[in-house]
């Protein structure tokens, strides 16, 4: 769908959800004890590839993604802050730090969810479900490796699905969008 207007708003919130995954990355790089080249290259050009992508389709092309549900995502941003807050509470007093970032990885990976409906993109819903499953198995592991996994999971996740949503919207081929809708 193409409008009139360059979506900086759009851009900004998936710049967003790529720094999210760059900061997974980076904790999952630590914990494995990466060198720091390897480590700036293999978030970078990931993350650099798709901000372009991103860039692209929302102001020279302007198809952005479009919510059909503004109240929707509206209250899924609310509730993923106060998710993270209780997350951050709990491992605090709980002195349980080791289970913030699996446990931030799966208040992210919820609030995608909804917000796929919000924005009828299946992909959302698949790539919460994913970060979901990536952070519970994660606090399965001892440490480091719950950190390894759920940081390259949760980015590798938040990659996949940036890049399949972008050829969706046309970006990379001439795609019918699919028929898959989320209701």
Not at 52 to 64: E, K, N, S, V, Y
Not at 102 to 111: D, E, K, Q, R
Request: contains cysteine; glycine residues 8%; proline residues 7%.
């Amino acid at each position: 769908m193409m409008t009139e207007r360059k979506n900086w708003r759009g851009l900004l919130t998936d710049c967003a959800g790529l720094a999210f995954a760059a900061v997974w990355a980076t904790r999952g790089a630590q914990a494995a004890s990466l060198p720091p080249a390897l480590t700036v290259a293999l978030i970078a050009i990931p993350t650099l590839l798709l901000v372009l992508g991103f860039a692209r389709r929302d102001l020279i092309l302007r198809r952005p993604e479009i919510s059909v549900d503004p109240k929707l995502t509206r209250r899924i941003k609310i509730l993923r802050f106060v998710g993270i807050f209780a997350a951050a509470s709990w491992t605090h007093s709980h002195h349980r730090l080791d289970l913030f970032y699996p446990m931030l990885g799966a208040i992210i990976g919820l609030s995608y969810v909804p917000l796929g409906c919000a924005l009828q993109e299946p992909v959302h819903v698949f790539m919460g479900g994913a970060i979901v499953l990536i952070s519970g198995l994660s606090m399965l592991l001892p440490e480091p490796h719950h950190l390894e996994v759920a940081g390259f999971g949760t980015a590798l996740a938040i990659w996949a699905g940036s890049a399949v949503r972008l050829w969706r919207s046309g970006l990379f081929l001439p795609a019918e969008p699919a028929s898959i809708t989320v209701t």
